[in-house]
């Protein structure tokens, strides 16, 4: 039996139309945020993924040349198993993205094309957790977080990157919150349960990618991630499976 009173992570307010999630490679959004992204499209809302790079630094055994269009058709299919028909890439190097003007003015330009009131993206923190012994963050993943965090003010201001005005895209400042995936201080969540099912499917499209990074029998290793992941604050959401986010208002 799921107590509602045994909360005291908030549902993250569904309040928004459109959503732009930027991360960095591809699958970043299947290790569980997928589970969210399910619920959101099933509510009828859009969400626009944004690859910062084409993951093709990803998979040791293949040249980045055939793993950049690889994993591309991978996320490309997973996207589409959570209800996600547009996903771009701004083809930035995979593992040497650097945070910069030039990734804040991309992210910033994605922003004002699509026009989200939510924009989500994954720990932009050098660690996946706190104190001396958390595991570190990726380069990729810190960059590309910071840069969106930033990127979100960017696109509503005139004045910064104003050259994107003079390609159409007019400053949009709509953006109400930033919501942070696999942060170690969430403060909000969204129910996994609905969309379990297809967050896993949706993992398992990243077939290649997985088969290079573990022995294990790819649904076995799918299965098994999601749900762990999406179980770790079940009990501080009434016992539900839940994708958490620390959430940052604008």
């Known amino acids: 039996m799921i107590d509602t009173e045994a909360t005291d992570l908030p549902e993250l307010p569904g309040d928004w139309r459109r959503a732009l999630a930027v991360v960095a490679h591809p699958d970043d959004l299947e290790y569980g945020c997928a589970a969210a992204v399910a619920r959101w499209t099933d509510e009828g809302k859009e969400v626009v993924y944004l690859l910062v790079s084409r993951g093709e630094a990803g998979i040791d055994t293949l040249d980045p040349e055939v793993c950049a269009p690889l994993r591309e058709r991978e996320q490309r ?32 330009a994605a922003i004002r094309r699509h026009r989200p009131e939510l924009v989500v993206t994954l720990n932009h923190r050098d660690g996946w957790g706190d104190g001396p012994g958390a595991p570190r963050n990726t380069p990729d993943h810190v960059a590309v977080g910071r840069a969106t965090l930033d990127a979100a003010a960017d696109a509503g201001n005139r004045w910064i990157f104003p050259e994107l005005a003079e390609r159409g895209l007019a400053p949009w400042d ?31 499209c990243h077939r290649a990618y997985i088969e290079a ?38």
């Open 213 to 250: 990074l573990t022995d294990r029998e790819p649904e076995e290793y799918a299965r098994e991630f999601v749900t762990a992941t999406t179980s770790r604050a079940a009990d501080r959401f009434g016992g539900r499976p839940a994708v958490t986010f620390e959430v940052f208002p604008r």
């Open 174 to 204: 709509g953006v109400r919150r930033v919501a942070v995936a696999a942060s170690s201080t969430p403060t909000h969540a969204v129910d996994a349960g609905p969309g379990l099912e297809r967050a896993v499917e949706s993992l398992l």
């Open 77 to 108: 299919a997973s996207a589409a198993v959570v209800g996600v028909d547009t996903v771009e890439f701004l083809d930035h190097r995979d593992g040497v993205i650097e945070y910069g003007t030039a990734l804040r003015r991309d992210i910033a």
